[in-house]
């Protein structure tokens, strides 16, 4: 059902959800998801992807970790009104509940996931 990347090292860092049309309401549905719209292109996207990798590994079980390809996924992002890259949208339960424009540290990225984890307790 998910697209589950591995990262260049072989081993099992990097357990983000890739999202394309088909699969972005199922996963985005439940629970606390992040998705980074990027390109490959993007410097900055390029720049956060290791720690979009970490991130997924931590949060794994807890919150789904998700990207967006925004050159192979246009119409997501369209829907989703991403005017620039990255932009990192937070989901809880299928609803946008927070967004972030642009690079940030893994710490930044951590502390929202964390927030929306602890709405649920």
Request: glycine share 4%; net charge negative.
């Given at each position: 059902m998910y697209n589950v990347k591995k990262s260049k090292k072989g081993n099992d860092?990097?357990?983000?959800?890739?999202l394309t049309s088909q699969n972005f309401a199922e996963t985005t549905k439940s629970g606390v998801c992040m998705v980074d719209f990027w390109a490959p292109w993007c410097g900055p996207c390029r720049m956060i992807a290791p720690v979009i990798e970490e991130l997924a590994e931590e949060f794994d079980g807890k919150a789904k970790i998700c990207k967006v390809n925004t050159?192979?996924?246009q119409e997501l992002a369209v829907a989703h009104e991403v005017r620039s890259i990255p932009t990192i949208i937070?989901?809880?339960d299928g609803k946008k509940v927070d967004?972030?424009?642009g690079a940030a540290s893994k710490e930044?990225?951590?502390d929202k996931i964390k927030a929306?984890?602890?709405?649920e307790e």
């Open positions: 860092m990097g357990k983000y959800i890739e050159d192979e996924q937070f989901f809880k967004q972030m424009i930044a990225f951590a929306l984890l602890d709405d």
